[in-house]
């Protein structure tokens, strides 16, 4: 079982959609959460830290529910330019490095 | 500007051949990490730095060596490629897990 599993999609959905991605994760004890996004061809960027009690940056909303494990991020009025993969990433209690995700494309038609 | 820099940004190697990836970061960073990425699996780390002169294996450490010679460079080094070494390899450094800011990335193909 992978440690940090994603619906790979694509998620195809027209401007303005409503989209959520969900990522489930196998480490009880993993510590801290984020959400990274990839653009075709570049390197991941971080987009949001994830913490207990949710969070919003804009448009963007990630949640965590630590007891079923799983991450969420919604998007809400999709953009074109919101077209990109979507890593879901977890950070173990005691380890320095990152554990991600296969990653969500998705893909946002005019 | 700021950030990682990771040279070359493509390459194609023999079976057999050797060569090193360089990475530097200007953030003053002290965490470094090599990451490889392949379709359908995510990216895995291969090897990280915790601080200049330390390196510690990652889970996919089979095949290569790192150099962490002072606090701004982080090098791979493939001694002897084969075609499973075929793949997308990215740097990283951080100031605090999780943070990571990632390289442009590094193309390599080995036939």
């Known amino acids: 079982r992978k440690e940090v599993e994603q619906d790979p999609g694509p998620f195809n959905v027209p401007e303005g959609a409503t989209v959520a991605f969900n990522c489930t994760y196998s480490?009880?004890?993993?510590?801290?959460f984020f959400w990274y996004r990839q653009d075709c061809r570049k390197e991941p960027k971080l987009l949001m830290s994830v913490y207990s009690s949710g969070n919003e940056d804009g448009r963007f909303t990630a949640q965590l529910n630590r007891a079923s494990q799983y991450i969420s991020l919604l998007i809400r009025d999709s953009k074109l330019s919101d077209s990109a993969t979507y890593l879901c990433?977890?950070?173990?209690?005691?380890?320095?490095?990152?554990?991600f995700g296969s990653g969500t494309r998705l893909q946002v038609q005019p | 500007n700021a950030g990682v820099t990771q040279t070359p940004k493509f390459q194609v190697l023999k079976t057999g051949q050797s060569m090193t990836l360089q990475c530097a970061q200007d953030m003053n960073h002290n965490s470094m990490y090599w990451y490889r990425q392949d379709p359908g699996m995510g990216l895995r780390l291969i090897y990280y730095s915790a601080s200049e002169g330390t390196t510690d294996k990652g889970e996919v450490p089979n095949g290569y060596n790192v150099s962490r010679l002072n606090k701004r460079e982080f090098s791979l080094r493939l001694e002897s490629a084969a075609p499973s070494q075929t793949s997308v390899y990215f740097c990283?450094?951080?100031?605090?897990?999780?943070?990571?800011?990632f390289g442009q990335g590094t193309r390599l193909t080995v036939v």
């Open positions: 990283a450094s951080s100031l605090s897990p999780g943070q990571g800011i």
């Open positions: 480490n009880s004890a993993s510590q801290s």
């Open positions: 990433v977890v950070r173990d209690t005691g380890r320095r490095a990152l554990t």
